[in-house]
């Protein structure tokens, strides 16, 4: 019987993964609300750090770095959700606000956010725990241990559900000495309930983003279930198995030889970077202009907030032709509106994810200047694109290509802080600039009726 004993309740700083997806958003949409860049989001992810250590030993300190990193097991035990949902509404401290945004993570509707000057709030935050004795490729210890951890945190946290989500491509060595923990809400959490009825302005549009992939799902208790593998890798299930070569070769680099076969037959459900499908219905009650953006490709998202942006800012200063193509959590959406530029959001640095860029390109009118900036995934996989592709990616650009040389020679193994994008940004942001009139949310809704269906996403 594991012993959780431990003194107090963790801070929601100490609670979610300093090197999730969702975290990163968070803060640069919170600053960019603000009307602040993120000069000051200085933190190296875990697998950027230790860049002069040799590969082979830099892999075993940085697993060992991201276990003393994690939260304790005792803590995880003490984990309030509710606390963590007020730390969230906290980003925001004014008496109101025009809309709100709620749900997936997805840097297109951070985008969105801060031209609107509203709020995003996720419906769900990762959790990384240390796993004594594990092993890349062990993921039925990782599954063993997770239900451990994940039972005592749904036992005090009765309106969350917990999805385990074990993947060597996306986390490489560290998924060997961490299990990676989705805490997703069931319902609104109180804080985000009293932010609606108290922080919007009348008849304020609260809009919920949310991904509909789906992926293989073991049910391993009431509320806690697993996940073998990613949508954001970039792979189909099938391809998380010892007879796809790349997958093989991307054990090898973590120096993993070990990997059961992946389970069969397991239902298909919604994958973690989905919320929990009762959170919706719960906004949809308590909000007073509630309206659902639902797609299955991030791509579609990507491609109709970069199309806003790209009207808006024509209509609005006669521009519109420089375009930004960044990945991750290289982020800085305040820096990106003070400069005019057009994002387009890629999740991941996979090659299905910059296919998906390079053809939006190809679809649309040309721009002027392509700015690429990548985030190095941080581990070797055949599931993300060459240095080569993100450079055809710039090559769309009418007069002047930009593919961040320092990314690209961090490029995959070393990820940036998020303050990079910032550094990149500021020399297309005059000091003192300002960012165009606010977009209003009768214009996100008209241009989600004329042309939302028609790219993916499915609007009601």
């Not at 219905?281 to 007073?288: G, I, K, S, V």
């Amino acid at each position: 019987m594991t012993d959780f004993k431990d003194a107090g309740t963790p801070g929601a700083t100490r609670v979610i993964c300093a090197d999730s997806l969702g975290g990163g958003l968070l803060e640069a949409t919170a600053r960019a609300v603000a009307g602040q860049d993120c000069r000051s989001l200085s933190r190296v992810p875990t697998l950027g750090q230790r860049p002069t250590v040799r590969e082979h030993v830099r892999l075993e300190a940085l697993a060992y770095d991201a276990a003393e990193e994690a939260l304790p097991v005792g803590l995880a035990a003490r984990l309030d959700a509710d606390a963590v949902a007020s730390w969230i509404t906290a980003h925001y401290p004014a008496d109101t606000y025009p809309a709100v945004l709620i749900g997936s993570a997805h840097g297109g509707a951070c985008h969105l956010a801060a031209a609107l000057g509203a709020p995003w709030l996720p419906d769900s935050f990762s959790v990384t725990v240390p796993w004594p004795g594990g092993a890349v490729g062990d993921w039925e210890g990782a599954m063993e241990w997770g239900a451990i951890v994940a039972d005592s945190i749904i036992a005090a946290n009765p309106d969350v559900s917990v999805r385990q989500v074990h993947d060597p491509v996306q986390r490489g060595t560290l998924c060997g000495t961490t299990i990676t923990l989705h805490v997703r809400w069931r319902r609104l959490p109180a804080a985000y309930r009293s932010f609606l009825r108290s922080r919007l302005e009348p008849r304020a549009a609260a809009l919920m983003v949310r991904d509909v992939r789906t992926w293989p799902v073991l049910e391993l208790a009431p509320g806690h279930s697993f996940q073998l593998g990613s949508p954001v890798s970039g792979w189909e299930p099938d391809d998380y198995t010892p007879d796809n070569p790349g997958f093989r070769r991307t054990l090898a680099a973590l120096d993993e030889v070990q990997w059961a076969a992946p389970y069969q037959d397991a239902r298909q459900g919604t994958a973690e970077v989905a919320g929990e499908p009762d959170f919706g219905a719960d906004l949809r009650r308590c909000a007073t202009t509630p309206l659902r953006i639902r797609y299955a490709r991030p791509s579609a998202l990507s491609a109709f907030v970069a199309g806003l942006y790209r009207r808006w800012l024509a209509a609005e200063r006669g521009g519109g032709e420089h375009c930004l193509v960044s990945s991750g959590t290289l982020v800085d959406p305040w820096l990106t509106l003070t400069a005019g530029l057009v994002p387009y959001w890629l999740e991941s640095a996979t090659r299905q994810s910059v296919e998906a860029a390079e053809w939006w390109l190809a679809g649309s009118a040309g721009f002027d200047t392509v700015t690429v900036l990548p985030q190095p995934p941080g581990s070797r996989s055949e599931a993300y694109a060459p240095a080569a592709q993100w450079r055809s990616v710039a090559a769309f650009a009418r007069l002047r290509p930009h593919a961040d040389p320092l990314a690209l020679s961090h490029y995959p193994l070393l990820p940036l802080p998020v303050a990079h994008a910032s550094t990149v940004l500021a020399t297309a942001a005059p000091l003192g600039a300002v960012p165009p009139p606010r977009l209003t949310t009768d214009e996100v809704l008209a241009a989600l009726g004329s042309g939302g269906a028609a790219l993916g996403l499915l609007v009601s």
